[in-house]
T-cell receptor
Framework: NAGVTQTPKFQVLKTGQSMTLQCAQDMNHNSMYWYRQDPGMGLRLIYYSASEGTTDKGEVPNGYNVSRLNKREFSLRLESAAPSQTSVYFCASREGGRDEQYFGPGTRLTVT | QKEVEQNSGPLSVPEGAIASLNCTYSDRGSQSFFWYRQYSGKSPELIMF????GDKEDGRFTAQLNKASQYVSLLIRDSQPSDSATYLC???????????FGKGTRLSVIA
């Protein structure tokens, strides 16, 4: 059981470039989440998917799009990266009927 | 706006002492409460969860919940230098709602 996996681990982008962060879980969890974490700001929810086929905005969705590709995979896309999107991005998942949430190892993104 | 408040710290305790971490929340509809530990450069790791008023013990960790006062705490007994980390409190309302996180308390255990 790998749990929640994220790729890539590190990425450097130039302003205006696009990229997709990948997240997959092998725990058969229904819900998946994308967070960003910045110093002094804590974890902030970007988007989440309560179940396959649904997505909802979180606290800071601007500049991002998501796709729940199937039950296992939930991707986060930056269409035109900005320096303000420099952050550590975490994916998490939760089993249906339970409230505990489990995190992936994170992607450290720098936009120059 | 649902809020979860934590003292940012750092909270410094000597090795072997009890570390007490506190968290308050604003949403009276909150039903599930979590403590995550996050080492520097790593992802948050779930260490405790509690759903009912009172205490829940797991090894050296005890989570305490008081819904009337809207606070949840984490006690770490016999603190070790390896407990030095940031501890995140998270709260969840009923249904398919996401967790709301506090900004975390940094704990430093001094050998």
């Amino acid at each position: 059981n790998a749990g929640v996996t994220q790729t890539p681990k590190f990425q450097v982008l130039k302003t205006g470039q696009s990229m997709t962060l990948q997240c997959a879980q092998d725990m058969n969890h229904n819900s998946m989440y994308w967070y960003r974490q910045d110093p002094g700001m804590g974890l902030r929810l970007i988007y989440y998917s309560a179940s396959e086929g649904t997505t909802d905005k979180g606290e800071v969705p601007n500049g991002y799009n998501v796709s729940r590709l199937n039950k296992r995979e939930f991707s986060l896309r930056l269409e035109s990266a900005a320096p303000s999107q420099t952050s550590v991005y975490f994916c998490a998942s939760r089993e249906g009927g339970r409230d505990e949430q489990y995190f992936g190892p994170g992607t450290r993104l720098t936009v120059t | 706006q649902k809020e979860v408040e934590q003292n940012s710290g750092p909270l410094s305790v000597p090795e072997g002492a009890i570390a007490s971490l506190n968290c308050t929340y604003s949403d009276r509809g909150s039903q599930s409460f979590f403590w995550y530990r996050q080492y520097s450069g790593k992802s948050p790791e779930l260490i405790m969860f509690i759903y009912s008023n009172g205490d829940k013990e797991d090894g050296r960790f005890t989570a305490q919940l008081n819904k009337a006062s809207q606070y949840v705490s984490l006690l770490i007994r016999d603190s070790q230098p390896s407990d030095s980390a940031t501890y995140l409190c998270a709260v969840k309302a009923a249904g398919n709602t996401p967790l709301v996180f506090g900004k975390g308390t940094r704990l430093s255990v001094i050998a």
